[in-house]
């Protein structure tokens, strides 16, 4: 079980590169579109979606991220208040239904990335396919980082 954990980690590696790099885009385009609105008087048409498309995808692929760290929001203090046994089948139950919910999610995610295909985004003319597939591989990197904090769990209690 330990290769698994070691895959999703080098994934993990991967994905926070990624949401450096995006956040540093982010920010030279929002940079950008303040210059060239209040400064040169001529705003660019397209900085404003960019940003937007970029912070949803930086939320989903920081969020799976955040599972992996157990930086999220939880219920520890009701959790650590149980007997050892009921913890342990109360974060696994718990576990199981973030795996259900966040198999639901991707289903979801990928039909209604599927469905808006074809409708273009407004200023880019991009498909809107890009953006709402943030749902989708935001959940799969949540599902993996979930199963790599219950394996590690598991591991644990051995």
Sequence with gaps: MQWIIKGIDQINRLVTWVVVLMFAIMSVVVFAQVFYRFVLEAPLTWSEEVARYLMVWITFLGASLGVRKKALIGMEVAVNFLPPALKRVALNL?????????????????????????????????????????????????????????????????
Excluded: D, H
């Design 94 to 158: 718990v576990s199981l239904l973030a795996v259900c919910f966040l198999a639901v999610v991707f289903y979801y995610g990928v039909k209604m990335t599927g469905v808006t295909a074809r409708q273009l985004s407004p200023a880019m003319q991009i498909s809107m396919s890009w953006p709402y597939a943030a749902v989708p591989v935001g959940a799969a990197l949540m599902l993996l980082n979930t199963i790599a904090v219950t394996l590690e769990r598991w591991e644990g209690q051995r």
